[in-house]
């Protein structure tokens, strides 16, 4: 296989897993949205006794801007998924905590996936779904090394 068949076939395999439908998996809540109300709850969950992550948190665990993650808080909040406090110690931060109704969403878009991958390892197979993830672990590793390196 030459270079550019290789490279045209990784950007279309890519690209078909960006593309992926998972509107099943997440009825109520678009997959970004999703991965916030995760990494709140997971906040939570190392950090019991806190009220609340701050939007700056959670922008970083995310790896996006304050004020895109600003957005999805009160598009969740409307939702009754998310719930702020003022920060009493510094009135200019927020506390954002994952409601009753956020856990249950959460719970259930999370039972969904399990079930989906369950239904995915039994087709694939437990030694081409390990195998599968060790060479893509190890081809996503190389690249991002590639892409560091000065000459790209």
Do not use: C
């Amino acid at each position: 296989m030459d270079v550019n068949e290789l490279q045209e076939q990784i950007l279309k395999t890519a690209n078909r897993f960006g593309k992926m439908k998972f509107g099943k998996i997440f009825p109520k809540v678009s997959k970004r949205e999703f991965e916030l109300l995760a990494a709140v709850q997971e906040y939570m969950d190392k950090n019991a006794g806190k009220k609340g992550i701050h939007v700056s948190g959670l922008a970083v665990r995310l790896k996006v801007s304050s004020p895109a993650v600003s957005r999805m808080v009160g598009m969740l909040e409307q939702k009754g998924y998310i719930g702020r406090d003022i920060d009493k110690e510094d009135r200019r931060n927020t506390y954002i905590y994952l409601t009753e109704k956020g856990r249950e969403v959460k719970t259930s878009a999370e039972e969904a996936m399990r079930r989906l991958t369950e239904r995915v390892l039994r087709r694939m197979g437990d030694e081409d779904m390990q195998e599968l993830m060790m060479l893509w672990n190890r081809l996503a590793d190389i690249m991002e090394e590639e892409l560091r390196a000065k000459d790209v």
